[in-house]
């Protein structure tokens, strides 16, 4: 290896000091590509850089060397060199960029020039770079300094740069000259697609102005030199190896080969030429090569490649960049020089087969046809058969299938497969056998097995499939797993809904650290031991592979699938198999994937937040410390509930969780103890949930797996990563964001406005507030703040004091909060509900036919209840005018199929499995006290059960209250469980609702995410709506009244809706519930009076301390 000047050390470019003040120097960089066109969409997302994050993640990481650019005491530029991803003879280029204000100083050519020569010295043959087609800045820079755009890629760019620095034949050369300055090349913002004789390759020239002259090629599937031209001082000596064609056939034919030599030294030259081949390949070189080229001569060497039946079948069309294992190694000696020249083949299958569809599955005691799919991939018609031998009783034990192909053809065979019911969760192997037939020989050139899962409701199964890959499959999901490094998984798909997604990089493959290399690692270069199990209760694929960056360290990788339970459980086992303690180990999940996921759902400091806008994905937002994640898990869904992808993870030896929605899955990471020799340590890693419907089967499990009881939802549901909220200063509980507020217009209300986000970096927004109309804050109508440091830990919270002008509308719109981030803007629409704490409030008891009846009118609205009469909610509307329920008290006539129907809104209290819970409920003994809460006033009633089923010895509280001087009513019911066991109770509110009298309305409500409108007819319909939005209404056609029902609970289905003939319609507010010992549960929904459907819906979100 020869040795490279620095010369770009000098004025420019230096290396990255681990030290704080470095970091922030960097930080500051990182945060001023966000102002460069060079990075679309912006390189921070928003979530600026700080000195801690950029020494935390460099600490953590192993590049080969971190590279900056620098100005005075300012870093201006950043250049990592880490290993290549998947070839250990190659360096990458990790992330490159200059601060805009810098760029067109040659800061980037810089950091690029010294980056190659970092991996020349390092022995290097190549350096790779990713970019994009559109960095019209970038792409003729990178080719200028050597980089060529791989065909087939959008953009792989390679330099070969280090091999040939390397290369002890062109010492002498680049002893004379910078190889920068004499670097020839013609600059295009196209592939570098150059074909010489039929060979994919890169051209490198070197000229000097003295007429010194080095001209390069490059093979591009071996990806090495394959060829020079070297001249000095006048004289020329050229070598160049190139094989007849690019491709080979696997155990099949061989590929001429082909060395040329011409020396126009002034004297002879030795020549010795020693051949290795690579992996999968066979050379067989000619005899009796001479030893010495005479001056002006010529030395032709033939060879031939072969492909062994080891080699695996490569598509240039799917992996345009990866470099062949089958090539060869010329290592010439000319005289005092050395040089390695490098040429390979595309290894292809004659016939390949595959089956439709790929990865069959078949039920017990079931026959199909299935189809096996032929191509040839020779460049000549073939004729030839296929013979496919089954396992007894599974058809005819051979059959033989001519056929006849024209080059690139394809042809589907088909035949008959039968399961026995006895075969569930069982293999069946079909041996497939091709042969061609040319001139009068028969060759034997693909030999598969196509190995067919059965498995009927519940079972799961581990195979290798007819493409080599490997499978993990149940009745729910299907993994398939990379035959070929990096074993990685290619896909995940759920067998129900049929969606899937497809892994990238080192996906659910794990690296080893402490540190994590920034680019390629041991592991995903590695061709792991494949072990296949199928146990009954599990199936599993373990990928056993020892260390060789860590001797005596042994990776056992295992993938486990249970029957029925919905999840690929990932472990990991690390054992100390050499002579010294293994230390500061670590293990991490890593890898990208393609999900279409539009919800993240993460449990954080006791609440479940939802990610759900377009532009936080909480990549660099969530916190990563596992203190701050309540519960072990994460969820990833879409709007049709088609794909749920779900994780929990283990909290022992946990150190960082980083859970995203987007490319990258979920990355954890363990620190592991220390291990003295013949120690292990196992444990699992992470379960990943396939699945659909929604993130509450993942928390579900995480319950189950850390043998917790079945969690409920908190009662307000689930909680954003940006909440805005304008609320009393009292209450510090979170409210929506487009809750209205409650305001007095009889005082003044101290409120408070707070933001609220889940970023554990600061970030900085702007803030303005436009109050609803006839609304003052501070006595303005508009407020505008500018928010600094805003993080999880550090809201933002200001006082404001609100008053009313004049107006008589209980229901103030208009109003508006803008927040705007760098990468986020959020518009919430601001109302309020306006009462009057002054308002005058009357109380009345009269009794009716033996009942009991409580009133409260507050302004124009009252309610009644009676205690004796089902505790229900008799009335409730406009002061003497007609109840907005059915109203028959004190009567409980038959109504529909009930023997006694209760005015109003009555109680649902039934525990589980008991079918006349209503009888029961009946006989219960009610209290009955007049409660005043805030501005709220009305009625509590309360109960201990003594006759309903199953649920004796509870304490049950109704209560009804009124929002003084508004349409407004809460309805709450809440149990208590003061008994040893737990209690499985439905628990809720319903009642009959009539408009006016009317027995129909037309109902409003949202149903999967969608606004309906339901016009009644005599038939039954039963609506549902959507939990997150928890709202519905009935509207009068005649007068356009409107009851609106809102739900306080956003996460379960509360509100149910039934048309049940043109006589009555029905509403259900209610929940199943589990309450453990002195625990209790409740249920909580708001009725409200107006004109507008659209108040509702604005509304929606009501708290009653909003």
């Known amino acids: 290896m020869i040795t490279v000047s620095s010369r770009q050390l000098n004025n420019k470019v230096r290396d990255f000091q681990f030290t704080m003040e470095d970091a922030a120097r960097l930080a500051e960089c990182f945060n001023s590509f966000d102002e460069s066109d060079s990075w679309p969409g912006g390189f921070t997302h928003g979530d600026p850089y700080t000195a801690h994050t950029v020494l935390e993640e460099k600490k953590k990481r192993r590049d080969l060397r971190v590279l900056v650019a620098y100005s005075g005491d ?12 998947m070839d250990p003879e190659a360096a990458y280029v990790g992330t490159l960029g200059v601060n805009p204000r810098f760029q067109g100083q040659g800061y980037g050519k810089a950091m690029l020039i010294e980056a190659a020569e970092t991996a020349a010295r390092l022995g290097k043959r190549r350096m790779d770079l990713h970019t994009w087609p559109g960095n019209l800045k970038a792409m003729p820079l990178y080719k200028r300094v050597g980089y060529n755009w791989v065909p087939g890629t959008r953009v792989l760019m390679e330099s070969h740069i280090p091999g040939i620095l390397n290369s002890p034949m062109f010492a002498e050369f680049f002893k004379r000259h910078y190889w920068y300055d004499t670097l020839k090349r013609e600059i295009g913002q ?23 002259r080095l001209e390069v090629r490059v093979d591009r599937d071996a990806k090495g030199i394959s060829g020079f031209k070297l001249i000095m001082d006048g004289h020329t000596l050229s070598a160049h190896v190139e094989p007849e064609i690019r491709i080979g056939y696997i155990g099949f034919d061989a590929v001429p080969v082909r060395l040329t030599i011409l020396n126009d030294a002034p004297r002879d030259l030795s020549v010795r030429v020693i051949v290795a081949p690579g992996q999968d390949l066979s050379v067989k070189l000619d005899e009796n090569i001479p030893s010495v080229i005479a001056h002006g001569g010529e030395l032709v060497v033939g060879a031939s490649y072969s492909i062994e039946n080891t080699a695996e079948h490569l598509d240039r069309e799917l992996e345009p960049a990866m470099k062949v294992k089958t090539q060869a190694e010329w290592d010439l000696t000319l005289g005092n020089g050395t040089v390695s020249l490098f040429s390979g083949l595309i290894p292809h299958e004659v016939i390949s087969l595959l089956s439709s569809p790929p990865y069959p599955c078949l039920p017990p005691g079931a026959s199909a046809k299935m189809e096996i799919v032929l191509q040839s991939n020779l460049g000549r018609p073939i004729d030839g058969n296929l013979i496919i031998d089954l396992p007894e009783a599974k058809g005819p034990a051979s059959q033989t299938f001519g056929f006849g192909l024209t080059p690139g053809e394809r042809t589907n065979v088909g035949f008959e497969l039968a399961t026995g019911s006895k075969d569930a969760n069982s293999i069946i192997p079909v041996h497939l056998s091709v042969f061609i037939d040319e001139k009068s020989v028969t060759s034997l050139v693909n030999e598969k097995t196509l190995n067919v899962p059965v498995i009927g409701e519940s079972g799961a199964l581990a195979y290798e499939a007819i493409d080599g890959h490997f499978v993990i499959e149940t009745e729910a999901f299907r993994g398939v797993l990379l035959k070929a ?20 990089y080192d996906f659910l493959l794990s690296t080893i650290g402490y540190p994590f290399p920034s680019g390629g690692n041991e592991w995903s270069r590695k061709k792991f031991q494949v072990l296949l199990r199928n146990e009954g209760t599990h199936a599993q694929i373990e990928l056993v592979g020892d260390s060789t960056e860590r001797p005596g360290l042994t990776l056992n990788h295992t993938y486990r699938a249970y029957p029925s339970r919905g999840y690929l459980e990932i472990m990991t ?48 937002q969530l916190p990563n410390d596992p203190k701050s994640f309540h519960e072990s898990w994460a969820a990833l869904d879409g709007p049709d509930g088609r794909m749920l992808v779900g994780y929990v993870w283990e909290r022992e030896h946990l150190a960082e969780v980083s859970p995203m929605r987007g490319l990258r899955p979920i990355r954890v990471e363990y620190r592991l103890p220390d291990l003295d020799v013949g120690e292990s340590i196992e444990k699992v890693l992470l379960r990943v949930v396939i699945s659909q419907g929604d993130w509450n089967e993942v928390r579900s499990l995480w319950a189950r797996l850390d043998e917790k009881p079945e969690p409920v939802m908190e009662l307000h549901g689930l909680r954003s990563d940006l909440e805005i909220e304008i609320a009393p200063r009292s209450f510090r509980s979170p409210v929506k964001a487009e809750a209205p507020m409650l305001i007095d217009q009889s005082l003044p209300n101290d409120m408070e406005i707070r933001v609220r986000v889940l970023n554990e970096d600061p970030v900085s927004a702007h803030l303005t507030i436009t ?50 981030f760098e990468n986020r803007v959020r518009r919430v629409p601001l109302s309020a509900i306006i009462y009057d704490s002054q308002s005058s409030t009357t109380t009345n008891e009269t009794t009716i036919g033996g009942m009991t009846l409580h009133e409260v009118k507050s302004g124009h609205f009252m309610i009644s209840v009676s205690p004796e009469y089902l505790a229900s909610l008799v009335r409730f509307g406009s002061d003497g005018g007609l109840s907005l329920f059915q109203d028959t008290f004190p009567r409980a006539d038959p109504f529909m199929w009930v023997d006694r129907h209760f005015t109003g809104v009555n109680p649902i209290i039934q525990a589980l499995g008991v079918w006349d819970w209503q009888t029961g409920l009946q006989l219960e003994r009610w209290s009955v006290s007049l409660r005043e809460d805030g501005p709220w006033v009305g009625f509590e009633m309360k109960t201990r059960i003594e006759h309903c089923s199953g649920l004796k010895g509870m304490n049950f509280t109704l209560r009804h ?41 037309i109902i409003y409500t949202a149903v999967n995410n969608r606004n309906v409108i339901y016009e009644p007819t005599v038939n039954r319909a039963e609506i549902i709506p959507t939990p997150q939005e928890g709202w519905a209404a009935f509207k009068e056609p005649d007068s356009g009244l409107v009851l609106g029902v809102i739900s306080d609970c956003k996460t379960d289905d509360i509100i149910g809706l039934s048309n049940m003939n043109e006589n009555a319609q029905w509403v259900r507010l209610s929940a199943l519930r589990d309450i453990e010992p002195d625990g209790k549960a409740s249920v909580k929904s708001y009725f409200v009076v107006t004109d507008n459907v659209d108040d509702i819906v604005l509304i929606r979100n009501l708290t009653s301390t909003g």
């Open 74 to 85: 300012k870093i201006v530029g950043h250049c990592n060199v880490t290993n290549a991803e």
């Open 190 to 212: 196209v592939p570098d697609d150059l074909v010489e004789n039929g060979l994919g390759v890169y051209k490198y020239v070197f000229a000097a102005e003295n007429g010194d």
């Open 485 to 504: 490094p990096p074993m990685r998984f290619a896909s995940l798909e759920n067998k129900v809904s049929h969606e899937f997604f497809r892994g990238g």
């Open 573 to 620: 086992k690390l054992t100390n198999k050499g002579s010294s303690k293994l230390t500061n180990l670590g293990i991490q999940t890593g890898g990208w994937m393609e999900l279409s996921s539009t919800n993240l759902r993460v449990p954080i400091r006791g609440s479940i937040y939802s990610l759900d806008s377009v532009e936080w994905t909480g990549d660099r």
């Open 771 to 820: 109050m609803p109309q006839g609304l003052l804050a501070n006595r303005r109508r508009k407020l505008s703040f500018s928010i600094d440091g805003l993080t999880i830990d550090s809201p933002f919270v200001v006082p404001v004091r609100v008053t009313v002008g004049k107006g008589d509308k209980w229901l103030r719109k208009g109003g508006e909060v803008l927040l705007r």
């Open 961 to 1001: 209250m009124l929002l003084k001087g508004t349409p407004v009513i809460s309805s709450e019911i809440e149990a208590n469980n003061g008994s040893r066991q737990w209690k499985r109770l439905t628990l809720g509110l319903q009642g009959v609702p009539r408009l006016n009298g009317r027995p129909q309305s």
